[in-house]
C-alpha cells in the first residue's frame, strides 16, 4: 500500500526558510508526478509546485523564486525548499503524488498534511 508521508513544518518568521519532506513509501512504486498543494480553511487548495519526469517542474504564482521543488529517486522522496517565507504562506501544505504499482495501476495520494506557519 502507497504512502505519502510529509515532515518539516513548523513556525518561522517572515523571511526565514523551511524545508518540506514527503517520503512515498511501498513496495515497487513508481513515481509519476509528486508536489505539493496548500490549504487555508476557507480558501480552495492551491498548488505550490509539482515535479514530473515528463512535465518537469511546474509552480504556482505564489511559489515563483522563493520556493524550489526537488526530488531524490532513488529515496522516493519530494522537497519543497520554501525561503523568504510570508505570513500569506501560512497554510496547511498538502504532499500529493501520481505513483504506480502493478496491482493498482497509476492512482493520486495525498498525505496527511503539515502545518506551516508564519508570524512574527
Known amino acids: 500500500q502507497v504512502q505519502l508521508v510529509e515532515s518539516g513544518g513548523g513556525s518561522v518568521q517572515p523571511g526565514g526558510s523551511l524545508r518540506l519532506s514527503c517520503v512515498a513509501s511501498?513496495?515497487?512504486?513508481?513515481?509519476?508526478?509528486i508536489g505539493w498543494y496548500r490549504e487555508v480553511q476557507g480558501k480552495e487548495r492551491e498548488l505550490v509546485a509539482t515535479v514530473s519526469g515528463v512535465l518537469g517542474t511546474k509552480y504556482g504564482a505564489s511559489a515563483w523564486g522563493r520556493f524550489t521543488i526537488s526530488k531524490d529517486n532513488a529515496q522516493n522522496t519530494a522537497y519543497l525548499q520554501m525561503n523568504n517565507l510570508k505570513p500569506d504562506d501560512t497554510a496547511v501544505y498538502y504532499c500529493t503524488g501520481n505513483i504506480y504499482t502493478r496491482s493498482t495501476g497509476s492512482v493520486d495520494y495525498w498525505g496527511q498534511g503539515t502545518q506551516v506557519t508564519v508570524s512574527s
Open positions: 511501498g513496495n515497487a512504486l513508481i513515481i509519476n508526478s
